[in-house]
């Protein structure tokens, strides 16, 4: 079955770079129409998406972060890493990756990951 | 980008009662749109997909309409257990965008 998982710091400072892994099973990111997404969530807040890579490579970003996120991918880890630079305490939120396939909308959610940013 | 407007922000509902939840798009976005359920503590679940398509194994009392700008999800019969944030999603090639979300509490 499909599963995700995400994995980093549950604490950054402002102004340092977070790095979130997403490893997933039940999928491979080399088949055709596969994607995986990043999107979070403040505390008592909406969802917001971040970014998303598919199985050829392309990424796409959040129109207002795009300058600040970058999203890779390592097929053969069944990994997705998605950084953020320049955090700030606004960005404190669950951290969520996803799993998409394309066309579609959001099929498979991991559990998410609480980032606080605070000094 | 396209913006994503749900009302009410908040809705108290009796178990039984019909339950209707309203999105509307800044723009057109055909069919692309997604209904998901949010309990606390939870990440979401797909009720709906391609405005009306029910996602499998999503009970059937649970039913979206609409196409261009202009989306509902219904609830025929509200139940316990629906008590839930509920989102809508734009999806297309480029972008998603959510809604801001509708809170449903159970009276």
Same mark, same amino acid.
């Given at each position: 079955?499909?599963?995700?998982?995400?994995?980093?710091p549950?604490?950054?400072?402002?102004?340092?770079?977070?790095?979130?892994?997403?490893?997933?099973?039940?999928?491979?990111?080399?088949?055709?129409?596969?994607?995986?997404?990043?999107?979070?969530q403040?505390?008592?807040?909406?969802?917001?998406?971040?970014?998303?890579?598919d199985?050829?490579?392309?990424?796409?970003?959040?129109?207002?972060?795009k300058?600040?996120l970058?999203?890779?991918?390592?097929?053969?880890?069944?990994?997705?890493?998605?950084?953020?630079?320049?955090?700030?305490?606004?960005?404190?939120?669950?951290?969520y990756?996803?799993r998409?396939?394309?066309?579609?909308?959001?099929?498979y959610w991991?559990?998410?990951?609480?980032?606080?940013?605070?000094s | 980008?396209?913006?994503?407007?749900?009302?009410?922000?908040?809705?108290?509902?009796?178990? /039984?009662?019909?339950? +209707?939840? &309203?999105?509307?798009?800044? *723009?057109?976005?055909? =069919?692309?749109?997604?209904?998901? $359920? @949010?309990?606390?503590?939870?990440?979401?679940?797909?009720?709906?997909?391609?405005?009306?398509?029910?996602?499998?194994?999503?009970?059937?009392?649970?039913?979206?309409?609409?196409? /261009?700008?202009?989306? +509902?999800? &219904?609830i025929?019969?509200? *139940?316990?257990?629906? =008590?839930?944030?509920?989102?809508? $999603? @734009?999806?297309?090639?480029?972008?998603?965008?959510?809604?801001?979300?509708?809170?449903?509490e159970i009276?």
């Amino acid at each position: 079955q499909v599963t995700l998982r995400e994995s980093g710091p549950a604490l950054v400072k402002p102004t340092q770079t977070l790095t979130l892994t997403c490893t997933f099973s039940g999928f491979s990111l080399s088949t055709s129409g596969m994607c995986v997404s990043w999107i979070r969530q403040p505390p008592g807040k909406a969802l917001e998406w971040l970014a998303r890579i598919d199985w050829d490579d392309d990424k796409y970003y959040s129109t207002s972060l795009k300058t600040r996120l970058t999203i890779s991918k390592d097929t053969s880890k069944n990994q997705v890493v998605l950084t953020m630079t320049n955090m700030d305490p606004v960005d404190t939120a669950t951290y969520y990756c996803a799993r998409i396939r394309s066309g579609s909308p959001i099929d498979y959610w991991g559990q998410g990951t609480l980032v606080t940013v605070s000094s | 980008d396209i913006q994503m407007t749900q009302s009410p922000s908040t809705l108290s509902a009796s178990v /039984g009662d019909r339950v +209707t939840i &309203t999105c509307r798009a800044s *723009q057109s976005i055909s =069919s692309w749109l997604a209904w998901y $359920q @949010q309990k606390p503590g939870k990440a979401p679940k797909l009720l709906i997909y391609k405005a009306s398509s029910l996602e499998s194994g999503v009970p059937s009392r649970f039913s979206g309409s609409g196409s /261009g700008t202009e989306f +509902t999800l &219904t609830i025929s019969s509200l *139940q316990p257990d629906d =008590s839930a944030t509920f989102y809508c $999603q @734009q999806y297309n090639i480029y972008s998603y965008t959510f809604g801001q979300g509708t809170k449903l509490e159970i009276k």
